[in-house]
């Protein structure tokens, strides 16, 4: 999911959120990204929260709004061998992390910014071709008109 926005770090917001199955520990990934902290104890979390932090990727400042939750009904916990079936069916990475060991946290957050940025560089690319094609059809009937 993606939202622009315009503030003085010429960023982009990048929104995540969080669907997962309650207790796996979302929360705790969120502030072992966000704030570099741990917690052992469990409260659940009502509603939503987000958490945003500004990442470098190749250069470019990144602003990251990340959203939590628990509350979609449809989740479930998937066994680690569904999880790579998936990651490889889609050509994507899949990252076995820690919040409390810190492991994999940062790779696995940045993997997807990165990911998130390259679909969206293609969506504008794509966007800038179709109205270069619309002006070039529009520019050929105006010269038709005057012939
Ligand atoms: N040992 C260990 N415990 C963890 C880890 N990550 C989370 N926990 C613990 O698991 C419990 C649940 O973590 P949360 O991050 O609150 O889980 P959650 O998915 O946000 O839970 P809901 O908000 O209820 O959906 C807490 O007691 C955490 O301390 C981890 O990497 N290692
Ligand atoms: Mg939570």
């Known amino acids: 999911m993606l939202k622009c926005c315009t503030d003085s770090l010429r960023c ?9 199955s309650t207790g796996v520990g979302k929360s705790s990934l969120l ?20 958490k945003i932090r500004t990442v470098e990727i190749n ?15 449809a989740s479930k916990v998937v066994e680690t061998n569904d999880a790579q079936k998936f990651a490889e069916q889609m050509g994507i990475r899949l990252f076995e992390t820690s919040a409390k060991e810190n492991v994999n946290v940062e790779d696995m ?7 998130v940025l390259k679909v969206r560089k293609e969506s504008v690319a794509k966007q800038q071709q179709q109205s270069e094609v619309v002006k070039l059809s529009k520019s050929s009937k105006r010269k038709k008109k005057c012939c």
């Not at 957050?109 to 990911?115: A, D, K, V």
């Open 109 to 115: 957050f940045n993997c997807i910014t990165e990911l």
């Open 12 to 20: 982009e917001a990048v929104m995540f959120l969080f669907c997962f």
């Open 31 to 50: 502030l072992r990204f966000a704030d570099n902290t741990f917690s052992g104890s469990y409260i659940t979390t009502i509603g939503v929260d987000f």
């Open 59 to 73: 250069g470019e400042k990144v602003k990251l709004q990340i959203w939590d939750t628990n509350d979609d009904p």
